[in-house]
């Protein structure tokens, strides 16, 4: 009788213990995915830095730029409003922009 109570007791441990080896479910790809920028805003906003970087009358304009799922930000400052206008006119012209947000200061 001691041993059905024990081989009972030790098939019980067995179960609750195999229950806490388990392995950790896999990390929501989502959550990682929006933590991180994906690959093609990356490229996006190299793209838009490049063009403004070739625009020669934004040369020495301190513009920083970001992207998210075709949305560009820009930010930053320039001298003028027409460098502001530019520098959205420069960056719309780049494939894969959807809209541009222009947050870009000029001084008063």
Do not use: F
């Not at 920028?37 to 020495?60: F, H, M, N, T």
């Not at 992207?67 to 520098?87: M, P, R």
């Amino acid at each position: 009788m001691k041993q059905i109570h024990r081989a009972c007791a030790l098939a019980l441990c067995a179960a609750v213990l195999g229950g806490c080896a388990s392995t950790a479910p896999e990390a929501n790809k989502e959550t990682t995915a929006a933590a991180a920028p994906s690959s093609a805003d990356a490229a996006l906003r190299k793209d838009v830095e490049k063009a403004i970087a070739a625009e020669s009358q934004l040369d020495g304009s301190k513009i920083a730029v970001a992207a998210k799922d075709g949305e560009v930000t820009l930010s930053g400052q320039v001298k003028n409003d027409w460098l502001k206008y530019l520098a959205e006119t420069t960056a719309k012209g780049v494939k894969s922009v959807k809209s541009v947000k222009n947050s870009i200061k000029v001084p008063d």
